[in-house]
């Protein structure tokens, strides 16, 4: 299981990093509508939505997603949005229990988790993107080493029993040393981080570890409501596209706007 596991992941990491870095904007496109299609596919199913139904939602969430490519100018709008569902939406469902999110909502959730992250990966530079998806791994490798060894109280334990408060303290000290990292070596954020500017850079990192978090949540939340342990099967060890890109769902949209913040976009 676990060979299996790492190979799959080690597939999809040089994969991505290629289209990434190596596509132009239109085909890099291609491949996010694709990768939504199937993950709206998959939370429609999460969603309960049944066939033919829950493939039309795949479809319809590529769709939206590429006809909103012509006016990219308003990224930050639609990241903005998105931003205050992490922020309040999000982590109010998930204190009262997802179900008290009605099963009405659920399409209109999965367009807000979906699209505006996919907006945000086509509007920020290449190296951003890998530098924000490079602070999700990190976050989430060292949430669950530390986890591991040292995890003793739970952070949601009806809806992820094996996340605990060691793990996120883990995974917020391993991002703000990346965070650090990334201010010194990378010339363009060095010239922008200075002075003063370290203090909220730092906190920012902080907070897009802390969406790494509720993304990670309101998906397993959503598969637990659903009675599913993956969100689909297409990917040997990990399960499905959406298990794979929940963190990220959450974290490029915040990450674009705090990259605006500081002058970086």
């Not at 204190?95 to 009405?104: I, K, M, N, Q």
């Not at 200075?194 to 993304?215: I, K, M």
């Given at each position: 299981m676990f060979l299996t596991r790492a190979l799959t992941a080690a597939a999809l990491l040089a994969a991505f990093i290629s289209a990434i870095w190596f596509l132009e904007r239109p085909a890099l496109a291609g491949v996010v509508a694709v990768i939504l299609a199937v993950a709206g596919y998959e939370w429609s199913a999460l969603g309960q939505l049944r066939k033919p139904v829950s493939g039309i939602y795949g479809i319809v969430c590529a769709a939206l997603f590429i006809g909103f490519l012509p006016f990219i100018s308003l990224a930050p709008w639609m990241?903005?949005?998105?931003?205050?569902?992490?922020?309040?939406?999000?982590?109010?469902?998930?204190?009262?229990?997802?179900?008290?999110?009605?099963?009405?909502?659920?399409?209109?959730?999965?367009?807000?988790?979906?699209?505006?992250?996919?907006?945000?990966?086509?509007?920020?530079?290449?190296?951003?993107?890998?530098?924000?998806?490079?602070?999700?791994?990190?976050?989430?490798?060292?949430?669950?080493?530390?986890?591991?060894?040292?995890?003793?109280?739970?952070?949601?334990?009806?809806?992820?029993?094996?996340?605990?408060?060691?793990?996120?303290?883990?995974?917020?000290?391993?991002?703000?040393?990346?965070?650090?990292?990334?201010?010194?070596?990378?010339?363009?954020?060095?010239?922008?981080?200075?002075?003063?500017?370290?203090?909220?850079?730092?906190?920012?990192?902080?907070?897009?570890?802390?969406?790494?978090?509720?993304?990670?949540?309101?998906?397993?939340?959503?598969?637990?409501?659903?009675?599913?342990?993956?969100s689909g099967r297409l990917l040997p060890g990990h399960g499905g596209v959406l298990d794979r890109i929940d963190s990220a769902t959450a974290t490029l949209p915040v990450g674009l706007l705090l990259l605006q913040a500081i002058g970086a976009t």
């Open positions: 990241c903005g949005v998105a931003s205050l569902f992490w922020a309040v939406a999000a982590p109010l469902w998930l204190a009262r229990g997802f179900a008290s999110c009605p099963a009405s909502l659920m399409p209109a959730v999965g367009l807000v988790v979906l699209i505006p992250a996919g907006i945000a990966l086509l509007t920020l530079d290449r190296e951003q993107v890998l530098m924000l998806l490079g602070l999700v791994w990190i976050a989430d490798t060292a949430a669950y080493l530390a986890g591991r060894a040292f995890g003793k109280h739970k952070l949601a334990p009806v809806i992820s029993p094996g996340k605990t408060w060691e793990g996120v303290a883990g995974a917020v000290g391993a991002v703000a040393i990346y965070a650090i990292i990334w201010a010194v070596f990378d010339p363009a954020m060095a010239a922008r981080v200075q002075g003063a500017v370290w203090l909220p850079y730092l906190a920012g990192a902080v907070l897009l570890c802390a969406a790494s978090v509720v993304g990670d949540l309101l998906e397993s939340a959503a598969k637990r409501r659903a009675g599913a342990k993956d």
